[in-house]
């Protein structure tokens, strides 16, 4: 069973900047495919950017230009730079990771097996 565990979550002030880090112990990170999420109360898990197999890389609309995902070999970690944040995009952030999606499916949170326990993002100042 694949565990994630994510890290960096806090509090950015307006147009500040957070690094979150995912991380999988016991299973290499690059063989996978790697989205982050967004979750606020009462609204649905939103997609946010996706490393498909340390290759592939997509984004949301909304986040493109501000956010950089990338893989850290070494550490077996999937980062998400996010800069320029907004107030509105407070919220609990979720690592996700599946072996066997297709391009047209990593958007979709219910494609993703396994799930880490999120971490909070709060954009205020």
């Known amino acids: 069973q694949v565990q994630l565990v994510e890290s960096g979550g806090g509090l950015a002030q307006p147009g500040g900047s957070l690094r979150l880090s995912c991380t999988a112990p016991?299973?290499?990170?690059?063989?996978?495919?790697v989205g982050w999420f967004r979750q606020v109360p009462g609204k649905e898990r939103e997609f946010v950017a996706v490393?498909?197999?340390?290759?592939?890389?997509y984004y949301a609309d909304s986040v493109k230009g501000r956010f950089t995902i990338s893989k850290d070999t070494a550490r077996n970690t999937v980062d998400l730079q996010m800069n320029s944040l907004k107030p509105d995009e407070t919220a609990v952030y979720y690592c996700?990771?599946?072996?066997?999606?297709?391009?047209?499916?990593?958007?979709?949170?219910?494609?993703?097996?396994?799930w880490g326990q999120g971490t909070l993002v709060t954009v205020s100042s």
């Open positions: 996700a990771g599946d072996s066997g999606l297709i391009l047209s499916s990593i958007r979709g949170p219910a494609n993703y097996d396994y």
């Open positions: 490393m498909w197999r340390g290759r592939n890389i």
């Open positions: 016991g299973f290499a990170l690059e063989d996978y495919v």
